[in-house]
Structures are given as structure tokens and as C-alpha cells.
T-cell receptor, first 110, second 116 residues
């Protein structure tokens, strides 16, 4: 079973900010939250990772509240090329077996 | 930017045949992985490999499967006698082996295996 829960799909428009929330109620103390992006017929690509509070890189921001039971991936000003499936995963630092859910299929419309 | 490469991009084989899928991980990475994704389904972990041996494998990774690091650069997945249900995208990944947090895995473009 996937250890996270996220919406199956989302729709957005070019230029909008998209926030995808992931629920991980049973997160363990050692777990990190990692988000991957996957385009059709391609391998997943790492987007961002965090443990708590806020992390930002050139692609996205990740918000993790103090209780760490959820997290939100924020994509600023999406474009058509951001149409993809976004996966939220949680795993401990020493656990390299990534468990995947179905992800969130994001469609960005013109 | 360094990347994981995989060959071939598409492999068609007949049921019962052996196939070898090849991967070149990123050169300074220590951990190597195989995942698969059946069309329209989740990505599934198959196996992880470290220090020339399997470190973890899933229940999918039965006796039909094997992995090998035949030289300093390649990492292979062999399926001894393919079945129709082995048709999937097979992704190779590698990671540095970082132990201070979660070890980011870099994925290759995948090999689409079609068993007829």
C-alpha cells in the first residue's frame, strides 16, 4: 500500500500557481517527503525533498507543517510543459525502496 | 548534467525467451535500482543493489529475475523466461548512497519491454 494519499487529478491554467496536497498521517520520525514528476513514457524525475517547514528550489516549493501529517507541493506559474503526474513519497533516509502511489495527474490548459 | 542511460529503449520478445535490459548508472553513485511500471499502473520497486550484491528485493523479483554489475559501468536486469505479464516499462535508477537524509534516486528513460 502507498504510504501517502493525494488527489488523483487536478486541472489548472497556464500562469497559475498550483498546490498539490499530500496526506501522510502515519509519517515516521525518520521519514522525509519527496516529490517526483513523471511525463508519459519517461522515468520519474526528482523535484524536491523536505523534512519540515518550507523548502524552495528553482522548480517548486514544499510546505510541511509542524505535525508533518501532510505536505503541499507548490508550482508557481505553471506552463503547458508542467502537465505530468506528480508523486508524493515518504521514506526514511536508510530506506531506499521507494513505494509509489498513483500520483496526481496535473493537466495544465492554455 | 550526469544522467542514467538505458538500452534498448524498446525490446520486443517472445514469451519464454530471455531478455537482458541494460543500464549505465551515474558514475559516482553507489546504489542501483530497478523499478517497473505496467501501463497505467504504479511504479513498482523490484530490487536495489549495493557493493556488488542485492540489498533489497520485492516479492515481484522472483527466481526469473537477476541483476548483475558485469563491469565498472553497466548494471543489468535479466529476465530468464519472459511471461506476457512482464510487459512493462523498466526503469533503472541510481543514487549516491547519502545517509544523512533521504537518498535522491535518479531515473533513466526506461526500456519498454513487450512480450508477445
Amino acid at each position: 500500500l502507498a504510504k501517502t494519499t493525494q488527489p488523483i487529478s487536478m486541472d489548472s491554467y497556464e500562469g497559475q500557481e498550483v498546490n498539490i496536497t499530500c496526506s501522510h498521517n502515519n509519517i515516521a520520525t525518520n521519514d522525509y517527503i519527496t516529490w517526483y514528476q513523471q511525463f508519459p513514457s519517461q522515468g520519474p524525475r526528482f523535484i524536491i525533498q523536505g523534512y519540515k517547514t518550507k523548502v524552495t528550489n528553482e522548480v517548486a516549493s514544499l510546505f510541511i507543517p509542524a505535525d508533518r501529517k501532510s505536505s503541499t507541493l507548490s508550482l508557481p506559474r505553471v506552463s503547458l510543459s508542467d502537465t505530468a503526474v506528480y508523486y508524493c513519497l515518504r521514506n526514511a533516509g536508510n530506506n531506499r525502496k521507494l513505494i509509489w502511489g498513483l500520483g496526481t495527474s496535473l493537466a495544465v490548459n492554455p | 548534467e550526469p544522467e542514467v542511460t538505458q538500452t534498448p529503449s524498446h525490446q520486443v520478445t517472445q514469451m519464454g525467451q530471455e531478455v537482458i535490459l541494460r543500464c549505465v548508472p551515474i558514475s559516482n553513485h553507489l546504489y542501483f535500482y530497478w523499478y517497473r511500471q505496467i501501463l497505467g499502473q504504479k511504479v513498482e520497486f523490484l530490487v536495489s543493489f549495493y557493493n556488488n550484491e542485492i540489498s533489497e528485493k520485492s516479492e515481484i523479483f522472483d527466481d526469473q529475475f537477476s541483476v548483475e554489475r558485469p563491469d565498472g559501468s553497466n548494471f543489468t536486469l535479466k529476465i530468464r523466461s519472459t511471461k506476457l505479464e512482464d510487459s512493462a516499462m523498466y526503469f533503472c535508477a541510481s543514487s549516491e548512497g547519502y545517509t544523512g537524509g533521504s537518498d535522491e534516486q535518479y531515473f533513466g528513460p526506461g526500456t519498454r519491454l513487450t512480450v508477445t
